[in-house]
């Protein structure tokens, strides 16, 4: 695994983001995010396509985890902002891993970001079906990360 800059990271976690490099054919390709304590996976979500540096704190990147699947609401997907709430990730090691990243976190686990597959590219394809009836200015609130 090569050791990341923080602006390799940040430049490779908005292209998983993004989808950008990934060939998933008709599917608009995403990013999840899986959590690793002590070698146990603890969690496991499709991401936003959005994430922000902490002002504050470089070692933080702000992320949205898509940890529910869509409702719906006039008959397509709708989401809860205060379920599918901003994470901090507290970054102590960034490394490239295949197709992802791998990173230390400062609680001691590990997370992997990856290209979404399966169930978790679902819901982010909903979640970007839903954010597509939002207002530029909701949107804009959403996707910036600064408050729940």
Do not use: K, Y
Not at 109 to 125: E, F, K, T
């Amino acid at each position: 695994m090569n050791q990341l800059s923080a602006a390799q990271l940040w430049g490779t976690l908005n292209d998983l983001l993004t989808g950008r490099g990934q060939d998933d054919g008709d599917e608009l390709p995403g990013a999840e995010l899986a959590v690793f304590d002590e070698g146990v996976e603890v969690f496991r979500a499709a991401l936003a396509r959005h994430a922000r540096r902490d002002d504050d704190d470089p070692a933080v990147i702000w992320v949205r985890p898509l940890v529910v699947p869509a409702g719906c609401r006039h008959g397509l997907p709708a989401f809860d902002i205060g379920v599918v709430r901003r994470r901090a990730l507290h970054v102590r090691t960034a490394a490239a891993n295949g197709e992802g990243l791998d990173l230390g976190l400062m609680t001691g686990q590990r997370a992997v970001v990856q290209p979404a597959r399966g169930p978790q590219l679902a819901v982010l394809q909903d979640f970007d079906t839903w954010t597509a009836t939002l207002s530029a200015l909701e949107r804009a609130e959403i996707e910036a990360l600064d408050h729940d």
